[in-house]
């Protein structure tokens, strides 16, 4: 019988899979499947002069050459905006957003790592602006994490006033990620550490929306040899699809998931079944990096 939980893996085709987005997938795919949830692939191409159709192709032929298969249909958030439009607008009849007309160059200008709300008084949107939502101040939001426990931020102080609707005409991540969890149903996000600090703004957007709470699990990163995360900009090399078993096995132990060693010389089926039985989040390491 299929459980109510709802996982995803959601990357942003500026590259083919590597090492590092597997993981991220695998720990999302075995968090589902270890209480026989659903697992769904969203890409996150809402970024549309980064993202390339080839590399969402590999990432899905990647998957599946691994065994990572999902539930239903893959959906894109560049066939999305308008439900990202919704929100938006429900957002600034709620009073929430505003629209700010400055460059990053004169955010530099002012000396602060954070927007000082200059344009709060903008209310209507104008040529080339860029919506942002309100944050006021003592905005402390906590959460728990399955890897690194409690945590919380004051967003007033370490964020302030933080974008949904670009200059350049592109909805933000943080709104087309909101919105598509809630429409999906995510129950719980497993996704890279590098996320971490955004998990805080999230929910205080979720808030604002009144959309339901998601739970969060965040895993290391995978590193270079110079401990630059893996990615296109570091030269992340694309997973060969030869050897997926070694690749699973190499992940599993990564993850802290300690599989027998005999394991590692057996089918990616047989590998990712013992996976899905004996996934434990609790023995996820509790760093950034691995």
Known sequence: MMSSYIGRFAPSPTGALHHGSLLAALASWC????????????????????????????????????????????????????????????????????????????????????????????????????????VPDNSLIQFNDAVFGTQ????????????????????????????????????????????LDNTTRQIYLQRRLKLASVAYCHVPLVTNILGEKLSKQTGAQALSTKHPSAMLYLCLQQLGQHPPIELQYDTKETILSWAARHWSAANIPKRLTV
């Open 152 to 195: 919380q931020d004051d967003i007033s102080q370490t964020v302030g006033d933080f974008v949904l609707f670009r200059r350049d005409g592109l909805f933000a991540y943080q709104l087309a990620v909101v919105v598509d969890d809630a429409l999906q149903g995510i129950t719980e996000v497993v996704r890279g550490a590098d996320l």
């Open 31 to 134: 968090a589902a499947r270890s209480v026989n949830g659903r697992w769904l692939v969203r890409i996150e191409d809402i970024d549309t002069p980064r993202c390339q159709p080839h590399f969402a192709a590999n990432i899905l032929d990647t998957l599946g050459q691994y065994g990572l298969s999902w539930d239903g249909d893959v959906i894109y958030q560049s066939q999305r905006h308008h439900h990202y439009r919704e929100a938006l607008q429900y957002l600034q009849q709620q009073g929430d957003i505003f629209w700010c007309d400055c460059s990053r160059s004169d955010l530099n200008k002012t000396g602060y790592s954070i927007y000082q709300g200059k344009c709060r008084t903008f209310l209507t949107q104008r040529p080339h602006s860029a919506a942002r939502l309100r």
